[in-house]
């Protein structure tokens, strides 16, 4: 039992970090219906600012107590990501408004391409580790451990989400924002400044990714310049499965799949270990009297899981878990 | 009615296929002129290639194998060479293969085009093997200081050669050690399904069985993972003496982070990939105890010369295969002055009977062109620096005390 | 497609085309034998593109997984005439074995995502491809089919009887090496690839394709089975890409997982969005640009950063990805609709800047 808690831990500490970056796949696509490809770079961004400044205030024996370190670093990274946020639409995004839907598709490849080579020369191609100053306490509960980062994460990102649902949902902006998604081009004859509008959901975003990077960087305790590309992907997917474009579903479907792969890591080996049925041969038996096990499918396959799950969610809901339907252009 | 536009755009097509082709054409022709045997100080250039990943997930690795191809060039140059009677420039044409295996042959076919005298690369095996049929053809040695696959020597090419230790050689070193070290009951063995990792685990798997250790059923990352989290929880459940993971540094660090942040008390072992202080940076304490094998004898044993001269140079220590690289490039100018000719027909019987004394160790090659009867050192991380504490050569462990003691360094 | 004779100057200019590719890879050979190998790599990828086409550009269907079906088709080789399997089959065997076997993953992706739209169809195959290569990666255990991640060597070049398109060979005073004869076969199956596409353009099926790309719910209404003929379109879609695989195991010896990464699946897509979906003649633009612009600023970039500054300010690898990554925006910025795109595109793009 305490093995499943732990993989529950696991997965929900992985999950919020998904939500945080989904969040900005969703927010950009529900205003836009663009796939911003280089969110996954602005994650990279974010997590590398924060290491330099931490690591520069570490170095430097301020006398500073560690967290405050740690949110000087966050506060350095939220407003250098939301710059990049802001320049990679008006100059890669905003030219394209209007075009073919696969344009800006494009140009969010050669920016990815762009930021994570500049990244690259600034940082360096090692991969860099994360100044580990916060002292990481373990917790015992009920036979699981918790450290205190995983415990900060998980509260960091409900907080996030709060703060956003309040931010759309509660203020001028929001309703902007809102207005926006539902037909610019009425939104924009109602006297929302649609440009205004686009430009901060990218910033807010980018902030939020900002963030995220710094948790996956304090977590894992590990930075490099092409960090960003898979866990963009993953989030991508979350905000897919839970139905792009809406706030609540990218939340839903970050955590679900922060649980589907630690749950599947964790467990598809033991449900495919062909001794359970070691009877069908004796070859098979054999073998298992030998090793003790003939794992059809392992962790090796977490991924695997993963999509599995994806698709078949969109197979039976075809617009993601609390998705609407979305127009069919390619 | 689709036709009557065609011939326009076939028209514009063939025009870009010109101009492309007129392009290529005149930049490799200046190319072609610098590549000539021109005068540098009036000395005759021959250029060595060197490949690996300059760019990507593991861009580092390659900037490091560069760096030694780089410092063996330049100590030569710097020695001043006269081979076949003509005084010798040494000119490193280093490329970018992108760890791509695509880009492999394309990368060899140029070195060939450019006229290479010999080769130092590639950095990973899935590059290197499709590379080397391309050198194999046009009959350019080419030695890798980081490719492991036993597959790479087993084509049946004269022109291939590593300075690093195969899969084979290296796992069943790690894993005897263990055995003997740490009498584990059960082992689990973790990779990150590469060529590299899955090869490495494979074999030590192998030779953990073989010594009646009880294998848990293989579990898998891939070379991007960092969260290890769910896999180590389950491990934990199986209670394992010993994790071996097979892999590089950026997954190896946070593994054992996590795996002791879980509480898990088993000992950690790694192959050459994770075998460098940076686990201590990744890992902080947790790295603490966990063992790893690298192919040769440790630099700082066999030569402590490179080390201080690499330092010098580049301002921090190697990572993990310069000083192979290093070997390479070294192996391949000695080879060349034994026979005083560049022609590397004429210099490969050399090469192949080459017995030489490197960074690394000291180095002959087998027949198939793999390093002969390879030392396998087994290093310990002691208070956040990996020290050697283990030699081992043909199966038999020996301290390293003693053994740097016997080689009198 | 016939109709009206053909103008003579239309003759001469195919003649001349014709003839230029004749001679192109003895004029690469004659620089570097390398950019015959680049030359040959672009063909693939114009095989490549011109496959994700059909399903992109004329079907509309967004595909991000589509070097699933190449990495099927490069196994399906090497498995048949490797010593993998001890198996050495002849390629004319393998190949069509190789288009059929990506045809039917085709239709295992097609069917259960037929229902699917835009941007949830694109991570759905997204995630086949991801699927597909994950297997090709582990299933080496527990019973060793594909080699895992060690991949398999010595793949058997194409050969008929003694002619093996690995050797050189000397022939009426040229000298044939393997990677020109492999230039001319890729030509061959280039030509017929466009052929079967141009014909496919005008047919029945691809008119039903962009009546399908440009409105679903009408494309019914009219009468069309959308449904095979959306299979139909990932079907031959998968077929190309299943010979291209083929013909890459043939010429690369040795094929392992890593070359069918998702990374690939975008350079396709992006050599089709490039050149200008649905043009037949600007994918194939947009596939032989994006291959040679990363080799040309290979050759380029450190002699003129030594000729600007005297030194090489930046690693010339960091700055050809730089360079790679600007020319893909500002391509887009400035032909949003791609490079040549295609009437209908065109016509779409100018009706949506009016709005």
């Given at each position: 039992?305490?093995?499943?808690?732990?993989q529950?831990?696991?997965?929900?500490?992985?999950?919020?970090?998904?939500?945080?970056?989904?969040l900005?796949?969703?927010?950009?696509?529900?205003?836009?219906?663009?796939?911003?490809?280089?969110?996954?770079?602005?994650?990279m961004?974010?997590?590398?600012?924060?290491?330099?400044?931490?690591?520069?205030?570490?170095g430097?024996?301020?006398?500073?107590?560690?967290?405050?370190?740690?949110?000087?670093g966050?506060?350095?990274?939220?407003?250098?990501?939301?710059?990049?946020?802001?320049?990679?639409?008006?100059?890669?995004?905003?030219?394209?408004?209007g075009?073919?839907?696969?344009?800006p598709?494009i140009?969010?490849?050669?920016?990815?391409?762009?930021?994570?080579?500049?990244?690259m020369?600034?940082?360096?191609?090692?991969?860099?580790?994360?100044?580990?100053?916060?002292?990481?306490?373990?917790f015992?509960?009920a036979?699981?451990?918790?450290?205190?980062?995983q415990?900060?994460?998980?509260?960091?990102?409900?907080?996030?989400?709060?703060?956003?649902?309040?931010?759309?949902?509660?203020?001028?902006?929001?309703?902007?924002?809102?207005?926006?998604?539902e037909?610019?081009?009425?939104?924009?004859?109602?006297?929302?400044?649609?440009?205004?509008?686009?430009s901060?959901?990218?910033?807010?975003?980018?902030?939020?990714?900002?963030?995220?990077?710094?948790?996956?960087?304090?977590?894992?305790?590990?930075?490099?310049?092409?960090?960003?590309?898979?866990?963009?992907?993953?989030?991508?997917?979350?905000?897919v499965?839970?139905?792009?474009?809406?706030?609540?579903?990218?939340?839903?479907?970050?955590?679900?799949?922060?649980?589907?792969?630690?749950?599947g890591?964790g467990?598809?080996?033991?449900?495919?270990?062909?001794?359970?049925?070691?009877?069908?041969?004796?070859?098979?038996?054999?073998r298992?009297?030998?090793?003790?096990?003939?794992?059809?499918?392992?962790?090796?396959?977490?991924?695997?899981?993963?999509?599995?799950?994806?698709?078949?969610?969109?197979?039976?809901?075809?617009?993601?878990?609390?998705?609407?339907?979305?127009?069919?252009?390619? | 009615?689709?036709?009557?536009?065609?011939?326009?755009?076939?028209?514009?097509?063939?025009?870009?296929?010109?101009?492309?082709?007129?392009?290529?054409?005149?930049?490799?022709?200046?190319?072609?002129?610098?590549?000539?045997?021109?005068?540098?100080g009036?000395?005759?250039?021959?250029k060595?290639?060197?490949?690996?990943?300059?760019?990507?997930?593991?861009?580092?690795?390659?900037?490091?194998?560069?760096?030694?191809?780089?410092?063996?060039?330049?100590?030569?140059?710097?020695?001043?060479m006269?081979?076949?009677?003509?005084?010798?420039?040494?000119?490193?044409?280093?490329e970018?293969?992108?760890?791509?295996?695509?880009?492999?042959?394309?990368?060899?076919?140029?070195?060939?085009?450019?006229?290479?005298?010999?080769?130092?690369?590639?950095?990973?095996?899935?590059?290197?093997?499709?590379?080397?049929?391309?050198?194999?053809?046009?009959?350019?040695?080419?030695?890798?200081?980081?490719?492991?696959?036993p597959?790479?020597?087993?084509?049946?090419?004269?022109?291939?050669?590593?300075?690093?230790?195969?899969?084979?050689?290296?796992?069943?070193?790690?894993?005897?050690?263990?055995v003997s070290?740490?009498?584990p009951?059960?082992?689990?063995?973790?990779?990150?399904?590469?060529?590299?990792?899955?090869?490495?685990?494979?074999?030590?798997?192998?030779?953990?069985?073989?010594?009646?250790?009880t294998?848990?059923?293989?579990?898998?990352?891939?070379?991007?993972?960092?969260?290890?989290?769910?896999?180590?929880?389950?491990?934990?459940?199986?209670?394992?003496?010993?994790?071996?993971?097979?892999?590089?540094?950026?997954?190896?660090?946070?593994?054992?982070?996590?795996?002791?942040?879980?509480?898990?008390?088993?000992?950690?072992?790694?192959?050459?990939?994770?075998?460098?202080?940076?686990?201590k940076?990744?890992?902080?304490?947790?790295?603490?105890?966990?063992?790893?094998?690298?192919?040769?004898?440790?630099?700082?044993?066999?030569?402590?010369?490179?080390?201080?001269?690499?330092?010098?140079?580049?301002?921090?220590?190697?990572?993990?295969?310069?000083?192979?690289?290093y070997?390479?490039?070294?192996?391949?100018?000695?080879?060349?002055?034994?026979?005083?000719?560049?022609?590397?027909?004429?210099?490969?019987?050399?090469?192949?009977?080459?017995?030489?004394?490197?960074?690394?160790?000291?180095?002959?090659?087998?027949?198939?062109?793999?390093?002969?009867?390879?030392?396998?050192?087994?290093?310990?991380?002691?208070?956040?620096?990996?020290?050697?504490?283990?030699?081992?050569?043909?199966?038999?462990?020996?301290?390293?005390?003693?053994?740097?003691?016997?080689?009198?360094? | 497609?016939?109709?009206?004779?053909?103008?003579?100057k239309?003759?001469?200019?195919?003649?001349?085309i014709?003839?230029?590719?004749?001679?192109?890879?003895?004029?690469l050979?004659?620089?570097?034998?390398?950019?015959?190998?680049?030359?040959?790599?672009?063909?693939?990828?114009?095989?490549?593109?011109?496959?994700?086409?059909?399903?992109?550009?004329?079907?509309?269907?967004?595909?991000?997984?589509?070097?699933?079906?190449?990495?099927?088709?490069?196994?399906?080789?090497?498995?048949?005439?490797s010593?993998h399997?001890g198996?050495h089959?002849?390629?004319?065997?393998?190949?069509?074995?190789?288009?059929?076997?990506?045809?039917?993953?085709?239709?295992?992706?097609?069917?259960?995502?037929?229902?699917?739209?835009?941007?949830y169809?694109?991570?759905?195959?997204?995630?086949?491809?991801?699927i597909?290569?994950?297997?090709?990666?582990?299933?080496?255990?527990?019973?060793?089919?594909?080699?895992?991640?060690?991949?398999?060597?010595?793949?058997?070049?194409?050969?008929?009887?003694?002619?093996?398109?690995?050797?050189?060979?000397?022939?009426?005073?040229?000298?044939?090496?393997?990677?020109?004869?492999?230039?001319?076969?890729?030509?061959?199956?280039?030509?017929?690839?466009?052929v079967?596409?141009?014909?496919?353009?005008?047919?029945?099926?691809?008119?039903?394709?962009?009546?399908?790309?440009?409105?679903?719910?009408?494309?019914?209404?009219?009468?069309?089975?959308?449904?095979?003929?959306?299979?139909?379109?990932?079907a031959?879609?998968?077929?190309?890409?299943?010979?291209?695989?083929?013909?890459?195991?043939?010429?690369?010896?040795?094929?392992?997982?890593?070359?069918?990464?998702?990374?690939?699946?975008?350079?396709?897509?992006?050599?089709?969005?490039?050149?200008?979906?649905?043009?037949?003649?600007?994918?194939?633009?947009?596939?032989?640009?994006?291959?040679?612009?990363?080799?040309?600023?290979?050759?380029?970039?450190?002699?003129?950063?030594?000729?600007?500054?005297?030194?090489?300010?930046?690693?010339p690898?960091?700055?050809?990805?730089?360079?790679?990554?600007?020319?893909?925006?500002?391509?887009?910025?400035?032909?949003?609709?791609?490079?040549?795109?295609?009437?209908?595109?065109?016509?779409?793009?100018?009706?949506?800047?009016?709005?």
């Amino acid at each position: 039992m305490d093995v499943f808690l732990q993989q529950i831990v696991n997965g929900l500490t992985l999950g919020s970090i998904y939500a945080i970056v989904a969040l900005g796949y969703t927010m950009v696509y529900g205003i836009v219906q663009l796939i911003n490809f280089a969110h996954g770079e602005v994650v990279m961004i974010g997590a590398m600012v924060a290491l330099t400044v931490i690591g520069s205030l570490a170095g430097a024996n301020t006398g500073m107590p560690p967290i405050v370190i740690v949110l000087a670093g966050i506060a350095c990274a939220v407003p250098v990501c939301m710059v990049v946020g802001f320049t990679m639409e008006r100059v890669a995004y905003r030219p394209l408004r209007g075009a073919p839907r696969l344009a800006p598709l494009i140009t969010a490849i050669g920016i990815s391409i762009i930021l994570q080579h500049l990244a690259m020369l600034i940082w360096s191609r090692n991969p860099l580790s994360f100044p580990q100053i916060i002292p990481n306490p373990v917790f015992e509960i009920a036979g699981a451990s918790i450290t205190g980062v995983q415990i900060a994460i998980i509260g960091l990102s409900a907080l996030m989400m709060l703060g956003l649902t309040a931010l759309v949902y509660r203020t001028r902006l929001g309703v902007a924002m809102r207005a926006t998604s539902e037909n610019p081009q009425v939104a924009g004859l109602m006297g929302v400044n649609i440009n205004r509008v686009i430009s901060s959901t990218f910033v807010i975003g980018a902030g939020l990714g900002a963030v995220a990077g710094v948790m996956v960087g304090t977590y894992y305790g590990i930075a490099h310049y092409t960090m960003g590309a898979l866990l963009g992907l993953k989030a991508f997917s979350a905000a897919v499965l839970g139905g792009i474009g809406n706030l609540a579903g990218a939340m839903l479907g970050g955590i679900l799949l922060g649980l589907v792969e630690a749950l599947g890591a964790g467990y598809i080996g033991e449900f495919t270990d062909l001794c359970h049925v070691s009877w069908i041969s004796s070859g098979l038996a054999e073998r298992c009297a030998r090793d003790g096990h003939v794992v059809l499918m392992g962790s090796n396959y977490q991924d695997v899981f993963a999509f599995l799950v994806l698709i078949a969610v969109l197979v039976f809901r075809p617009s993601g878990l609390l998705g609407e339907r979305v127009g069919d252009r390619a | 009615m689709q036709l009557s536009r065609a011939p326009a755009r076939l028209r514009s097509v063939a025009l870009i296929f010109a101009v492309l082709a007129l392009a290529a054409c005149g930049k490799q022709e200046e190319a072609a002129k610098s590549a000539a045997p021109a005068a540098a100080g009036g000395a005759t250039v021959v250029k060595i290639g060197h490949a690996a990943p300059l760019t990507g997930g593991i861009a580092h690795l390659g900037k490091d194998n560069e760096a030694g191809v780089r410092l063996a060039i330049d100590e030569a140059n710097a020695k001043g060479m006269t081979i076949g009677g003509a005084k010798i420039h040494f000119e490193m044409m280093s490329e970018d293969d992108e760890g791509n295996p695509t880009k492999g042959p394309i990368i060899a076919q140029k070195f060939a085009d450019a006229k290479v005298a010999g080769v130092v690369g590639h950095l990973n095996s899935g590059v290197t093997i499709p590379a080397s049929a391309v050198y194999n053809t046009a009959g350019i040695p080419m030695i890798s200081g980081s490719a492991t696959n036993p597959k790479l020597t087993e084509q049946g090419f004269a022109v291939t050669f590593r300075t690093v230790g195969r899969d084979d050689q290296q796992g069943p070193a790690i894993a005897s050690y263990l055995v003997s070290q740490f009498k584990p009951k059960v082992v689990a063995v973790v990779d990150d399904a590469t060529s590299y990792g899955e090869g490495l685990a494979n074999e030590v798997e192998k030779t953990l069985k073989a010594a009646g250790v009880t294998v848990l059923a293989r579990e898998k990352g891939t070379d991007k993972t960092a969260d290890w989290k769910a896999i180590l929880t389950k491990l934990k459940g199986k209670k394992p003496d010993a994790i071996f993971y097979g892999g590089m540094d950026s997954g190896g660090g946070p593994l054992v982070k996590q795996g002791r942040e879980l509480g898990l008390k088993a000992v950690f072992a790694f192959g050459d990939g994770a075998c460098s202080d940076k686990m201590k940076e990744l890992a902080g304490d947790a790295s603490e105890g966990m063992v790893c094998s690298q192919a040769g004898i440790p630099a700082q044993a066999a030569s402590k010369p490179f080390i201080d001269a690499f330092k010098a140079k580049f301002g921090s220590d190697p990572i993990i295969y310069a000083p192979f690289t290093y070997d390479a490039a070294n192996l391949i100018i000695a080879a060349m002055q034994k026979v005083d000719s560049v022609d590397p027909a004429k210099y490969l019987p050399a090469l192949k009977a080459s017995s030489f004394d490197g960074a690394s160790g000291h180095i002959e090659f087998d027949e198939k062109g793999d390093r002969k009867d390879a030392e396998i050192t087994i290093f310990a991380m002691k208070e956040g620096k990996i020290v050697p504490v283990a030699i081992i050569k043909a199966g038999k462990t020996i301290p390293f005390e003693e053994f740097a003691k016997g080689a009198g360094a | 497609m016939a109709g009206k004779p053909m103008d003579v100057k239309v003759k001469i200019g195919i003649v001349l085309i014709a003839l230029a590719l004749a001679v192109l890879p003895f004029m690469l050979a004659s620089v570097g034998t390398a950019w015959v190998r680049i030359t040959n790599l672009a063909i693939l990828f114009c095989l490549l593109s011109l496959g994700l086409n059909i399903v992109v550009g004329f079907a509309g269907l967004l595909d991000l997984g589509y070097i699933a079906f190449y990495g099927v088709g490069a196994y399906c080789y090497a498995l048949l005439a490797s010593p993998h399997f001890g198996l050495h089959l002849p390629f004319w065997i393998i190949l069509p074995i190789g288009a059929g076997l990506a045809c039917l993953f085709g239709v295992l992706l097609g069917a259960p995502t037929l229902k699917l739209r835009g941007d949830y169809l694109a991570i759905v195959t997204l995630g086949f491809g991801e699927i597909v290569r994950v297997f090709l990666n582990n299933l080496s255990q527990p019973v060793n089919i594909t080699n895992g991640p060690q991949g398999i060597t010595l793949i058997d070049p194409f050969k008929v009887d003694g002619f093996s398109f690995s050797k050189t060979e000397t022939f009426l005073g040229l000298t044939f090496s393997g990677p020109i004869k492999y230039y001319y076969l890729l030509l061959l199956v280039l030509l017929v690839v466009i052929v079967v596409n141009v014909r496919l353009q005008d047919s029945r099926i691809g008119r039903a394709w962009v009546a399908i790309r440009e409105d679903e719910t009408a494309a019914q209404a009219m009468g069309i089975n959308t449904r095979n003929v959306k299979l139909l379109a990932f079907a031959m879609g998968a077929s190309f890409g299943g010979i291209a695989g083929g013909m890459f195991s043939a010429m690369q010896g040795f094929i392992s997982p890593e070359s069918f990464v998702l990374v690939e699946s975008i350079m396709v897509l992006a050599m089709v969005v490039l050149g200008g979906m649905g043009n037949i003649w600007g994918v194939i633009a947009g596939a032989v640009l994006l291959s040679f612009v990363p080799e040309i600023l290979r050759y380029t970039v450190e002699p003129l950063q030594k000729a600007a500054f005297g030194r090489l300010v930046i690693e010339p690898e960091v700055i050809r990805m730089l360079l790679f990554g600007l020319a893909l925006v500002l391509m887009m910025l400035f032909r949003p609709a791609g490079l040549f795109p295609s009437k209908t595109r065109r016509r779409e793009f100018a009706a949506g800047e009016q709005h």
